[in-house]
């Protein structure tokens, strides 16, 4: 056997597993005399993940708001309309090139209008002069002033003509201004049951159209009733698209049933940003395809964007046969598709790591003279990582230079993205360095993507730099990045910083957004607060924003958490009784749920809609059904699990060798073990330390003691670093063949890496000293326990007391019970009478 786990090493001699008698008068002994001091607690709590007292969040928090401070949101300040509050519209500025920060604007002197003449064309001589004067007052003072001068001048802006000053503002390009005054006058004239003209809406629509103010667009229509109000359909389509923008799809449905109502008659863009609503909606392809037939039906040809919007709705929902109908249905009909539509196509595949389905589709681009682009690649890059072929997305990057299409920041970041989830957060972090000495700017995507990552591993420091980097490039943060704070601090449990980082990105200009509110859900599940998380719930429907499939993984995830199968299934049955088609992540989230809560059945109901083609089995959903299986400990389970990942053509990742080979190593299944650890290798894997400790357990299982500590030491002359795991299952392994000698030496090595024992430790040496009637050394062991802060537990006391009833001394087993409580005063009285009648019950048996 050790000839085939290292074939170019001698095979090691057989040891006798019969303990060496110890030299007379030769105790062993676990005391400061015969080994090393332990190490400090602190040193040991280390190795763990730092609590939510040591975290340094702070630090971290007030490094991403002092870069957030330095170019901070425009917000607009609403007033109050009866007993409504609304809440500050930030105006971004995330589509703005060059555009300067406020502070910078501030600081600026702007130029008086009678500045403006003939070096101006002209622009402004439609102008009256009471225009012009306000127009000047307005310049003069900042943003945040505005809407106090505002209305210090109430009843002079009453009279002036409103479009000319709007228009006035906007040629200057003070956009933001003109939206300050128009938010003004909105609200003003609601007060007054005023009502605004068609034209001035129509200008100001197409301003925050162009400007990208998709929020504060669907923020001033809460408040202006369209219904009083007979705008062009172009005005109304940029309002169906705000709406689409930030997630109002009942809003955007209504508003679009409205404009057909009078009479409108919908463009070929209006019927895309439908699409586009249902299909960011989810549940909605029997509207999609009715919206299909009114289109046909009113002589609408379809083109590069309603194709590629039909099959991205697709891939959201996961309909991989309709996107593939719908493709040949429309080149049947003579339709010849273009990169957009292909890019479309390509990542349905993508985003079900449909690897080979992507690569045809590319070639059938290449056969059409279909050229691909920066898109084309970066799907194809998609679809590679999410087959678990990371190296061969990378290699991409390679492939686009060849073919003269540059790697943008949507490549570099998808590979990033990559390998941070696959846990290779050096290798991402290297990537990044390669990212910008070729050239390429890390754009906001990918710092919210290294910071997830690094959040996940509590690398703080290396956080910091990166929002220190995020300044020196320009990078502001976004509503993402501080979503991904607010997921890191829900995955570590802390709620006290979920709560003040959801303060902080909200006084930051930042309103939650649909994600927002999905982040918030999990997070709060994360920290066990349901409270919160149904709260969140009903804040997000307040708001406006409709329930999709990632609010129901939010709750899924918090569910899977505790394994809680019952509620989850609830969750299920509701998320498809609304009409939500479930997504990989769905039944991924089940399958925890189930393995969790022990419930075999669950997974294995999952696992044959899998195996009969109902649920298509992506690398992420086998994976996960793999690691579920594991869970359950179910051996079957697995290995048809794995099989039908090697039929499907995806690549195992570490993980999955890992729990192939410890679920083998437990069965004593060695050749098998021996064979994934082959397998590891075979794919251009390194064993890593999961793989050293599941083979150390295999040998300590098979009571080859000797084996299990030469791969201690392999491992350590690989440069690796054994973990408590690893020095207990080699102290386990000597235990077990009465070497105790021998697991002394290993316990000594362990503290003197620095390494504290815990129970377990102790306990594998409590049973090892009963098994062998060394009852004055486990006197001492429990001594040595409570004296460096590790009290015995129950499962300690039953494993000495069962010793002295084995070896029939029962009188010696009484008096031990009886005077436990001498040395641990914590023992309570209720596991002194159980073990009291442990004992009784052996005399009498």
Same mark, same amino acid.
């Given at each position: ?13 057989v ?21 090393s ?32 401070s ?5 917000t ?41 003449g003939e070096d101006d ?11 012009k ?7 003069e003072?900042?943003?945040c002033n ?5 209305d ?32 003004w ?30 929020l ?10 369209f219904?009083?109000?007979?705008l062009d ?6 309002v ?11 809003? *955007? ?31 909605s392809?029997n509207?999609?395809?009715v ?13 590069e964007?309603?194709c ?5 709705a ?22 010849v ?20 389905e ?5 070639k059938?681009?290449?056969e059409?003279n279909?050229p ?12 590679y ?6 190296e061969?997305? *990378? ?13 943008n *920041? ?7 993205d990559?390998?941070?989830k ?9 990537f ?5 000495q ?23 420091e ?14 502001a943060?976004?509503r ?28 930051c ?10 982040t918030?859900i ?29 609010t ?41 749920c189930?393995?969790?809560?022990g ?21 992420m ?5 793999i ?38 190593a ?60 690893s ?9 077990r ?33 009963a ?7 486990v ?7 409570i004296?460096?802060?590790?009290r ?10 069962d ?12 008096d ?18 159980r ?11």
């Open positions: 056997m050790e000839g085939s786990l290292y074939p170019n090493r001698p095979i090691l001699p040891q006798s597993t019969k303990p060496t008698p110890l030299p007379p008068n030769q105790r062993l002994k676990l005391n400061p005399t015969t080994i001091p332990l190490p400090p607690l602190k040193q040991q709590q280390q190795q763990h993940p730092p609590s939510s007292t040591s975290f340094p969040l702070d630090s971290l928090l007030q490094q991403l708001l002092h870069v957030s330095s170019t901070p949101p425009r607009i300040k609403f007033s109050r309309i009866g007993n409504t509050q609304l809440s500050s519209l930030p105006i971004s500025l995330e589509n703005q090139e060059n555009d300067d920060t406020l502070l910078e604007k501030m600081r600026v002197t702007v130029p008086k209008l009678e500045s403006f064309d002209g622009s402004l001589d439609f102008l009256p002069l009471n225009c004067l306000m127009i000047d007052s307005i310049l003072r900042p943003l505005l809407s106090a001068f505002f210090s001048v109430k009843f002079e802006l009453l009279d002036v003509d409103l479009m000319s000053l709007l228009k006035g503002l906007d040629i200057l390009g003070k956009w933001d201004s003109a939206i300050l005054l128009f938010e006058v909105v609200l003003n004239l609601h007060v007054e049951n005023d009502k605004l003209d068609s034209q001035v809406i129509e200008f100001m629509v197409k301003v925050l159209g162009r400007e990208n103010q998709h504060v667009t669907s923020k001033l229509f809460d408040v202006i009733p219904e009083d109000y007979s359909v172009r005005a109304w389509t940029t169906l698209h705000a709406y689409s923008r930030i997630g109002k799809y009942d809003k *955007a449905i209504a508003l679009f049933e409205y404009v057909k109502e009078k009479g409108l008659s919908p463009t070929l863009v209006t019927y895309n940003v439908m699409l586009d609503v249902y299909g960011k909606k989810g549940r392809w509207n999609i395809l919206l299909l037939d009114e289109m046909r039906s009113n002589g609408l040809e379809f083109d964007f309603t590629s919007t039909v099959i991205t697709c891939g959201r929902e996961g309909l991989l046969e309709e996107a593939k109908e719908f493709f040949g249905g429309l080149k049947k009909k003579g339709y598709p273009g990169t957009v539509a292909y890019n479309a196509l390509l990542q349905v595949f993508g985003k079900a790591g449909m690897y080979s992507a690569l045809s589709v590319l059938e681009m290449e059409n279909c691909p682009d920066s898109v084309t690649y970066n799907e194809l890059v998609a679809a990582v999410r087959a678990g072929f990371l061969e997305g *990378a290699a991409l990057i390679g492939t686009m230079s060849q073919k003269g299409v540059m790697p *920041a949507i490549t570099y970041t998808t590979v990033i990559a390998y941070g696959a846990g290779k957060e050096d290798q991402a972090l290297s990044f360095k390669q990212m910008k070729s050239g390429c700017v890390p754009n906001v995507c990918t710092y919210n993507a290294i910071l997830g990552m690094l959040g996940k591993k509590s690398r703080v290396e956080m910091m730099d990166m929002i220190s980097d995020m300044k020196l490039n320009g990078c943060p976004n993402i990045t501080w979503n991904t704070m607010l997921a890191m601090c829900g995955n570590r449990g802390m709620q006290k910083y979920v709560n003040r980082v959801f303060h902080e990105m909200k006084s200009g930042f309103e939650p957004d649909r994600d927002t509110f999905n918030l999990r997070a709060y599940g994360r920290c066990d607060s349901d409270f919160n998380a149904a709260k969140m719930y009903d804040e997000m429907i307040e708001a406006g924003f409709t329930p999709c499939v990632t129901y993984n939010a709750l899924l995830n918090a569910l899977a958490r505790r394994g809680d199968w019952r509620a989850a299934e609830s969750v299920f049955s509701d998320m498809k009784s609304k009409g939500f088609k479930p997504s990989e992540t769905t039944y991924s989230l089940m399958l925890h189930y393995s969790k809560g419930n075999v059945r669950g997974v294995e109901r999952i696992a044959k809609e899998i195996y009969d083609g109902h649920i298509f089995p992506s690398w959903l086998l994976r996960t059904l690691l579920a299986n594991f869970k359950c400990r179910s051996l079957m389970g697995m290995e048809r699990a794995f099989q039908e990942l090697q039929k499907n053509g995806y690549r195992p990742d570490l993980v999955i060798f890992n729990s192939m080979l410890s679920i083998f437990r069965n004593k299944m060695y050749e098998r073990a021996h064979e994934m650890l082959h397998l590891i290798r075979e794919n251009g894997l390194q064993p890593d330390l999961v793989t050293y400790n599941s083979l150390m357990d295999m040998y300590a299982r098979a009571g080859e003691c000797w084996k299990a500590e030469e791969l201690l030491n392999r491992l350590q002359k690989t440069g690796g670093k054994p973990d408590l795991v020095y207990n299952t080699v102290i386990k392994a000597f235990c063949q009465g070497r105790m000698e021998e697991a002394v030496r290993i316990f000594s090595q362990m503290t003197e890496k620095g390494i504290r024992p815990c129970i377990v430790t102790y306990n594998t040496f409590v049973a090892g000293f098994a062998r009637g060394m009852f004055s050394e006197n001492e062991l429990i001594s040595y326990m004296q460096h802060e590790c015995p537990n129950e499962l300690t006391y039953k494993t000495i007391v010793g002295y009833c084995k070896a029939k001394r029962y009188q010696e087993a009484m031990f019970v009886l005077n436990i409580r001498e040395k641990d005063t914590t023992f309570d009285e209720e596991s002194l009478q073990f009291v009648s442990r004992v009784r019950g052996n005399v009498e048996s």
